[in-house]
């Protein structure tokens, strides 16, 4: 017999469901839940659904939008000679946050993986090139995922759009700001070698 009564319990389960949240935080948020003022749960159930009936993705860029373009896409401010390239939506927001890049974007929605049976055709790849084509684009910065599937996906995009003529760049990979390289893998370390630049 569970410990609790059904409704907690499968507010729980469907918690866990979550990437991210165990046993533990589940009970934890669904007890927060249970002890919150009504209000407040009426508008997280709304915010739920909205999220699902509302949101798609961006036209241009594949990022996530409520109308037919995303904020970024619609802002007039923005430099469209760039379009930096990443895997997911939430890179977008990483790098929005450091504040350093005023381009236009492009989500991949994942990367190219042989193992995993993801080829070219399953992420916005022919998309990207459309874009390149239609002219006004003077760089393409690959900022793909510094892993084995994140640097397919970039030597496969690099070797498409380099008859384009346009400018490719990637991201800058090594040590982090404030690293010891005594604490530093060898991989890193090599990166931070070949990707050195002048002083």
């Excluded at 007890?31 to 159930?45: G, I, M, R, T, W």
């Amino acid at each position: 017999m569970p410990p609790f009564a059904e409704p907690l319990t499968r507010l729980m389960d469907s918690l866990k469901s979550l990437p991210g949240i165990g046993a533990k935080s589940a009970q934890r948020l669904a007890f927060h839940v249970l002890k919150a003022p009504k209000k407040e749960v009426e508008d997280l159930a709304a915010a739920l659904l909205d999220v699902k009936s509302r949101l798609r993705l961006c036209n241009d860029c594949f990022n996530i939008a409520d109308h037919e373009q995303c904020p970024i896409c619609s802002d007039p401010s923005r430099d469209r000679s760039k379009i930096c390239v990443v895997e997911e939506p939430g890179n977008v927001a990483v790098i929005e946050r450091a504040g350093g890049y005023h381009g236009l974007y492009h989500v991949l929605h994942g990367a190219i993986s042989p193992i995993h049976g993801i080829g070219p055709e399953h992420i916005h790849t022919v998309e990207l090139l459309a874009r390149v084509r239609l002219g006004g684009v003077a760089e393409v910065i690959l900022a793909t995922n510094p892993t084995a599937d994140g640097e397919t996906t970039a030597t496969h995009l690099s070797s498409m759009l380099r008859p384009l003529e346009v400018g490719i760049t990637r991201i800058g990979m090594g040590l982090p700001v404030g690293a010891d390289i005594e604490y530093v893998d060898e991989v890193t370390l090599s990166r931070a070698l070949d990707g050195r630049r002048p002083f």
